[in-house]
């Protein structure tokens, strides 16, 4: 009897290890997807996909240096001050974490790819671009870097890449509200709903929606002092001073630099277009779309909101 009892201590302890030891990576129907183990990611049939040591990722079973994949610079996935992630060369990629968001960047423009949702005893990785669920994993206790190899894992085989580039070639929103997009180019497309202003697709959010409240245009979500402008009916300045050069206003029609103004630089709106005076056919222009006020337009057309 004693002998059996040790064979069922052995069992269970055998089992617990090899639970503990791999963990599955569920889609929504609670299938697998993947599998984590100690320090690797691999396909269900055992392939290993990424490897991974401390804030590094390796493509594959290998941790030689040549087969970094990304490393990350961050702390904790949801850390307020932003997370670099590196590429093979430890130059920066186009990829970046901030409050449990990760972002990709293009043409100087952030977009939310993803949330990483903790909860005591699991993790969620959520689609930003429509927050339909990715994955879910049954444990709490999985590292930074393995997080990140399961969502590159799913951006590879569902080819989340390619939700990206439709979303960026998207060129009119359905739901009836003002906006606008680029002439030429498959640029942001900016949504105006009254007060709130945001890229189309984006989540509620994203560091990207702003709002104009009376004479204060301001981020939303992440508000900072440095990046609040004041609108006076005619012109738009930094709330808190600035170089003077930062201030534009609409004159007859025309908006120009208030100080050291640079005619190249004017731009009109005609035929609801706003484009330059005086630049090349095609140089920044906007199609505005709808009924959307000046201080929005200007914002816009300025590149403030990338900043």
Do not use: C
Not at 201 to 218: C, E, H, Q, R, T
Not at 261 to 271: A, C, K, P
Request: aromatic share 14%; charged share 20%; proline share 4%.
């Amino acid at each position: 009897m004693k002998s059996r009892k040790s064979i069922y201590t052995l069992l269970l302890f055998s089992i617990f290890f090899l639970l503990k030891a791999q963990v599955p990576v569920l889609n929504l129907n609670s299938d697998t997807l993947y599998l984590l183990h100690d320090k690797e990611l691999s396909s269900k049939d055992g392939q290993v996909l990424y490897s991974f040591q401390g804030n590094i990722v390796f493509k594959g079973a290998s941790t030689s240096y040549k087969k970094i994949e990304f490393t990350l610079a961050i702390d904790s996935l949801t850390q307020k001050k932003e997370g670099k992630i590196y590429n093979s060369k430890g130059a920066s990629s186009s990829y970046s974490l901030k409050e449990s968001v990760l972002y990709y960047t293009k043409q100087e423009q952030n977009f939310a790819l993803a949330i990483f949702a903790e909860t005591d005893q699991s993790w969620a990785i959520y689609n930003a671009l429509n927050d339909s669920l990715l994955a879910f994993i049954p444990n709490k206790n999985i590292s930074n870097a393995a997080l990140i190899a399961v969502y590159f894992a799913l951006w590879k085989d569902l080819k989340l890449e390619n939700q990206i580039q439709q979303s960026l070639q998207t060129n009119t929103p359905s739901n009836g509200l003002a906006y606008m997009q680029k002439v030429f180019g498959n640029g942001m497309v900016w949504i105006w709903d009254g007060r709130n202003l945001y890229p189309y697709g984006a989540n509620s959010s994203s560091p990207m929606f702003w709002i104009l409240d009376g004479d204060k245009l301001y981020p939303r979500n992440y508000p900072r002092t440095q990046e609040e402008w004041q609108w006076d009916g005619s012109s738009l300045k930094p709330y808190w001073g600035g170089n003077p050069q930062g201030q534009w206003s609409w004159q007859n029609g025309i908006l120009r630099q208030v100080w050291n103004n640079n005619y190249q630089n004017e731009y009109f709106i005609e035929d609801g277009v706003i484009r330059k005076r005086f630049g090349s056919f095609g140089d920044n222009e906007w199609e505005i779309h709808g009924d959307i006020p000046l201080p929005i337009i200007t914002a816009v057309v300025l590149g403030i909101l990338y900043r």
